[in-house]
């Protein structure tokens, strides 16, 4: 039998050709399954998936990999640790700690230290690929954040990317509690003193997380499941879904010639790709190796098991959670008793702040487009000197992240530079306030002088370093005019007029309502996309009239 594609020589199975040549037991496989399931026009299509080449992009796959590497060492630390609040008597090969009464859940950290092979490289590859995926995810998330690559129809995939952000900061400090080392136990007591300040509920919420009175017997148990189960689960079923819509959507782009919102230029997933990406894998991991290798980071072994009467000096969270530390630790301590009962304001709401921050950042890409009235696909990249208010937020936050890190290590930086701790604490507390303004000014100022030049640019030409003589004495310097290419990526992005109320009094004289909230969305309108943020770009009358004129010195 023949049916164009294959013929049959052998009905009884036992051997067949394609087009006159033999087929493989593989082949026959792949026949079989795509005869099922239909697998050949699928990986047909995401074989020839096409992926642009760009730098910035591989901050994804950092997240990526980094998380990987996450699953694959925490796996192997598994099969070693007893997440247990059993109280032992130490009698490892660790000499210092012989005869120390400590939990099963620290003997076990260190027994995979320094009696399992291997336990100890694992261990710091997995707490290093931690910082490097949250790190990872902060940054990829300020790329898409500067750029909109969260406009429509990626706003699903931003807040994807927010909750693997959210849930990276929980399950760290879940992972960072398990040792039960002194330094852990130190910011689980912070933890839960920032719980107990919760109104009305904060001591009923404490006590169903620690099983009763801080430090009892149940909080390791019940984070030990919570860090290798449940926040991975989640995680790893974020992930799937955000490379899901990777693929669906089309790949945003730098606005370039040829790049359109209907094209991507770029390379195919294979063979180019997949090679790309492949060895991106192996040169992250490798870099991770090397840090577990040479650069010891949570020593626990130094900081002793965890004991409620004792504080290490210099106890520090990751840096992730400096953030939070921050603004607890330059909270005036502020508390108001009434009826009986303190409401401690000043770790209630810092505690409260750092949520609604991250909240305002999950929010923003449905915020921006409420205020833009935009509907439509976006798949090219704005330049961020291109919308200069964007990119100042962006600025201002990174910028009050920074602050607060200090003011969360202000014990340290006092030690280590000799300065007062008061003094850090109120430079701190000021800095909150004023810092993200002056960022969020000068980087305004900054993209508006950008726009400014590439105005110039597209008008007289790039600067040449050559100095003409004019006949009447004078000198000028040669202007070599753009590219066509280069003309186009200065000149690409749109600036519609912002949204408008329009008159309030219509031609009949009669007043028309308007609420507030649209009242509101033209305000933002105004300061996002007005005349004060952004420079007219150059229009085809005004460069052809130029340049007719051979104004181009």
């Not at 990999?65 to 099969?79: D, R």
């Not at 099963?104 to 092979?117: C, G, M, N, P, W």
């Not at 003409?468 to 070599?480: A, D, I, Q, S, T």
């Not at 996002?528 to 460069?543: H, Q, S």
Request: charged fraction near 15%; glycine fraction near 10%; aromatic fraction near 12%.
């Amino acid at each position: 039998m023949d049916d164009g594609l294959r013929t049959v020589n052998d009905p009884a199975g036992s051997g067949s050709s394609r087009r006159g040549r033999p087929v493989g037991k593989g082949e026959r496989l792949a026949d079989w399954t795509d005869g099922r399931l239909g697998t050949h026009r699928s990986a047909n299509y995401l074989m020839r998936k096409v992926f642009p080449d760009h730098w910035s992009f591989m901050l994804g796959e950092v997240c990526l990999y980094s998380f990987l590497v996450l699953i694959l060492t925490g796996i192997y630390l598994t099969l070693f640790f007893e997440p247990s609040s059993a109280e032992v008597v130490y009698h490892g090969s660790y000499n210092p700690l012989g005869g120390v009464l400590m939990t099963r859940a620290y003997e076990s950290t260190l027994h995979i230290s320094f009696d399992v092979r291997g336990g100890l490289l694992i261990r710091q590859i997995h707490h290093w690929a931690a910082l490097v995926f949250v790190a990872g995810m902060l940054i990829h998330m300020m790329r898409v954040f500067f750029t909109g690559a969260f406009r429509k129809p990626r706003e699903v995939n931003w807040l994807f990317g927010w909750t693997l952000l959210f849930l990276a900061l929980i399950t760290g400090l879940t992972g960072y509690s398990l040792p039960d080392d002194l330094l852990s136990g130190t910011g689980v007591r912070f933890a839960q003193g920032a719980i107990l300040s919760v109104p009305v509920i904060g001591t009923y919420l404490a006590f169903f997380l620690f099983g009763g009175e801080f430090p009892g017997h149940d909080i390791i148990p019940r984070f030990f499941p919570i860090h290798v189960l449940l926040l991975p689960g989640i995680m790893l079923g974020l992930v799937v879904a955000h490379l899901i819509l990777v693929f669906y959507h089309k790949h945003t782009q730098y606005p370039g010639p040829g790049r359109d919102e209907k094209s991507v230029v770029g390379m195919p997933l294979m063979p180019v790709y997949t090679a790309k990406a492949g060895g991106f894998f192996f040169l992250v991991f490798g870099v991770l190796a090397l840090l577990g290798g040479i650069a010891t980071i949570n020593p626990v072994w130094s900081f002793g098991p965890y004991r409620p009467d004792l504080v290490t000096t210099g106890a520090q969270p990751d840096w992730y959670l400096g953030f939070s530390e921050g603004l607890i630790r330059v909270m005036p301590g502020w508390e108001i008793n009434a009826w009986g009962h303190t409401l401690q304001l000043g770790v209630f709401i810092p505690f409260m702040l750092f949520p609604l921050i991250m909240l305002a950042i999950g929010v923003y890409p449905f915020v921006e487009a409420w205020v833009t009235g935009d509907r439509r696909e976006h798949h090219i990249l704005d330049r961020p000197r291109n919308v200069p208010v964007r990119t100042a937020l962006g600025v201002a936050w990174l910028s009050l992240y920074a602050v607060l890190l200090v003011g969360g290590g202000n014990d340290l930086w006092a030690t280590h530079f000799h300065l007062s701790i008061n003094a850090i604490t109120w430079f701190v507390r000021i800095a909150f306030f004023v810092v993200p303004v002056l960022a969020f000014v000068l980087t305004k100022r900054i993209c508006l002088g950008l726009q400014r030049r590439d105005h110039d640019k597209v008008m007289h030409g790039r600067e040449t370093g050559v100095i003409k003589r004019l006949p009447n004495g004078g000198y000028v310097e040669v202007h070599e005019p753009l590219t066509p290419e280069r003309l186009f990526t200065l000149t690409q992005h749109e600036q519609a007029p912002p949204y408008e109320i329009g008159p309030l009094v219509d031609a009949n004289g009669v007043t028309r309502q308007v609420g507030r909230a649209h009242r509101l969305r033209a305000r933002l309108a105004r300061a996002l996309y007005g005349p004060r943020a952004r420079i007219p770009k150059p229009t085809v009358e005004e460069y052809r009239e130029l340049t007719t004129k051979g104004d181009h010195h």
